[in-house]
């Protein structure tokens, strides 16, 4: 078990032809991803390192089963591009194409409502159950099938803890990249109850950065759902107010989304804040000792 | 991307919101053409600057004709204007606008901007303009009201009833701000706004609102399709800023003595904190990016180099789609080029970790490698307190 990807996962890359899209596609099919083809427009008919190209999305549904998109689509276009898969019945949306307009986004999250699908991203790694499947752009040699569920708004962030519970010994479940725009699909808590539910998955890792209230918000729930170990990181605490880190949504405005808030919600919620990167995987490691599961 | 008032206020006019009629000048010669044009001798001068606080700081003045609106010109274009919020460094002003005088009977305060948590767009709205909203909201906090638009239609009676009635606007002034009211929600997303802040907008001296004052910020992601918004995406930055964008370097300068090279905005980030854990502080946010090129890197070398303040370096890499091994080549192509001045610590961790280690190893210089974050954290904050 784990969440949102498996061996049944049918992937599709919209975007394929582009170089970062069928190098992804590629890697994402070293993995052991079923890559059953991609989409760019007018290309349909042809091949790409014997991934099948379709000019739509629904063509691609059609002939492959496909239930996965990764979009590399350029920023002007990628908003149409999640919209024009969720209309094609794709049942999960990872997009890992970044500097999409807020706007184009607010779009999208309010069309997807009415739909099935599920977004991850913008602006993210995508995401790796380990061992099984691999969807988007995250190293897969560093994940190893085990124990711990990690959701992050970081890529690199996210390689780390990866990184760390390997070496730890754990292992991971599912590690998840939602991403570091201001508007985005799935966010911490969606992930976290995902992985609160998910039979395989021992302990959490959250990983958050300043900005917005995501990691407040999953908080809450985990104070009052969450039985397992979680381990939580956060950011930005020497960042300055007023300037956006890199990601569009790492931003202190005024007051709020600041780190040292961040860090007392996850505490008041019995989490073990870790903090600095460098010991997200020994504080997993000793929060699972201590309950009985490592 | 900010605007400063003048390209805000030709926005707000093209949509046929009431805005005071001005102009903008850059030079003292360009005043009489302009108040010629606007058909006005008196008015008021207001000097265009990325900063709240310009009229107690001096930056707006009355003229009562075209010699004094010279005089004024005169005196605020080149000058630095220090106010509350600029810091003591200031802003250089580089530009006037001479608009009317407007008698003011009402202020009150509009701003139309993102709510994350909600994905939604928020209207901010308090009787209480002229004043910093952040001011409004510890002092009187019930004097806010936060009203949201149902996303994709036009704004309801509803909404717009709410709104009036809470600013205390009836009759004509609360048709007034019907049409205002939706102007701006359509502006913010025609023009991509992430920030349209209208404080003051006033009840004026013959009845009317109008737009005194505004605060517009553009998406910097929507640049592509609001090119002739007027706003210049490097209008606020630093130049070492700028020059990184070039080469697809997001950096930030920073107060601090130990440079940081790191992949990754996030990683980049948790490396700031952990120097700041240690002791040390960061000279600067630098995120490469996760498929920079070797010559990026050498790049960011000599961007962090470039800044006096550093004392040493900390390069973390965890290495993704990008190699250790690119890495490891930049950073010896930018010592070679352009030395070492400073201790330089280096984490490489990830995709052909091996082979950058090696590359660094075996380059005879002076590098000193780390094992881990953790490590070259304590490393970097080492380096600098025995400099110090």
């Known amino acids: 078990m784990a969440i949102l990807i498996d061996a049944n996962t049918r992937l599709i890359t919209q975007g394929i032809t582009g170089k970062a899209g069928l190098f992804h596609s590629q890697k994402c099919r070293d993995y052991g991803t079923k890559v059953v083809g991609g989409v760019t427009p007018k290309k349909g008919g042809t091949e790409i390192d014997g991934f099948p190209v379709f000019n739509s999305v629904a063509e691609a549904v059609k002939a492959t089963g496909a239930n996965c998109t990764m979009i590399f689509v350029p920023a002007p276009f990628a908003g149409d591009a999640i919209i024009e898969a969720a209309d094609a019945g794709i049942d999960l949306i990872v997009a890992i194409t970044e500097g999409i307009p807020v706007i184009d986004m607010l779009k999208v999250h309010h069309y997807l409502k009415s739909k099935k699908a599920t977004l991850i991203g913008p602006n993210c790694p995508g995401l790796v159950t380990a061992g099984v499947c691999k969807v988007g752009i995250a190293p897969g040699f560093i994940h190893k099938a085990g124990k711990i569920g990690i959701v992050s708004r970081s890529g690199t962030l996210t390689y780390e803890a990866v990184h760390q519970t390997t070496l730890a010994g754990l292992g991971q479940t599912t590690a998840v990249g939602i991403g570091g725009d201001p508007i985005h699909g799935l966010n911490h808590l969606d992930v976290v109850k995902m992985l609160n539910e998910d039979p395989a998955t021992e302990g959490i890792i959250l990983i958050g950065e300043i900005g917005g209230s995501d990691e407040e918000m999953a908080a809450e729930y985990i104070k009052s759902h969450v039985k397992k170990p979680v381990v939580g990181f956060i950011a930005g605490a020497s960042a300055p107010k007023g300037k956006r880190m890199g990601h569009a949504g790492a931003i202190i405005d005024g007051n709020s989304g600041t780190a040292a808030a961040k860090k007392d919600a996850l505490r008041a919620a019995g989490v073990v804040v870790a903090e600095t990167a460098a010991e997200i995987g020994a504080k997993m490691l000793a929060a699972m000792k201590a309950a009985g599961k490592a | ?388």
């Open chain 2, 1 to 388: 991307m900010k605007l400063h008032e003048y390209q805000a206020k030709a926005l707000l006019r093209a949509s046929g919101l009431p805005v005071p009629k001005g102009e903008v000048v850059l030079n003292p010669a360009e005043v009489e053409p302009a108040l010629t044009k606007l058909g006005m001798t008196s008015g008021v001068a207001k000097a265009q600057a990325f900063t709240g606080g310009r009229g107690k700081a001096g930056g707006i003045k009355l003229f009562k004709n075209a010699a004094e609106a010279k005089a004024m010109t005169e005196q605020l274009i080149g000058m630095t204007l220090v106010t509350k919020q600029t810091g003591p460094e200031g802003v250089k002003i580089e530009s006037v606008l001479l608009e009317e005088a407007s008698s003011i009977a009402k202020e009150l305060y509009v701003a139309v901007t993102l709510d994350r948590a909600k994905a939604n767009i928020v209207f901010i709205l308090s009787p209480e303009g002229g004043m910093d909203i952040e001011e409004i909201a510890e002092k009187t906090p019930e004097r806010i009201l936060k009203l949201y638009p149902d996303f994709g239609k036009p704004l309801s009676a509803d909404f717009l009833q709410k709104g009036a009635a809470f600013l205390g606007l009836t009759g004509v002034l609360a048709e007034e701000f019907a049409k205002i009211a939706q102007g701006l929600y359509d502006l913010y997303l025609k023009r991509d706004c992430s920030i349209l802040e209208i404080n003051p907008l006033v009840v004026n001296g013959s009845g009317h609102l109008s737009l005194l004052d505004a605060k517009v910020i553009l998406d910097e992601n929507a640049h592509f399709r609001q090119t002739d918004a007027g706003g210049d995406p490097d209008a606020d930055k630093d130049p070492s800023e700028i020059e990184a964008a070039k080469f697809g370097l997001s950096y930030i300068k920073l107060d601090g003595d130990i440079g940081c090279l790191v992949n990754g905005a996030g990683l980049a980030m948790a490396t700031m904190d952990i120097i700041a854990h240690y002791g040390a502080q960061p000279a600067n946010f630098l995120d490469v990016g996760g498929s920079a090129t070797e010559e990026a890197v050498t790049k960011a070398f000599e961007i962090i180099t470039s800044d006096p303040h550093v004392q040493g370096i900390l390069v973390n890499i965890f290495g993704g789609i990008m190699p250790c091994d690119r890495i490891a080549r930049g950073i010896i192509n930018a010592v070679n080029t352009t030395g070492l001045k400073v201790p330089l610590v280096v984490r490489l961790e990830g995709t052909n970790v091996h082979e950058g280690k090696a590359l660094i190893q075996g380059s005879g210089l002076n590098i000193i490698s780390a094992t881990d974050l953790e490590d070259g954290a304590r490393k970097a904050a080492q380096v600098v307190k025995a400099k110090a």
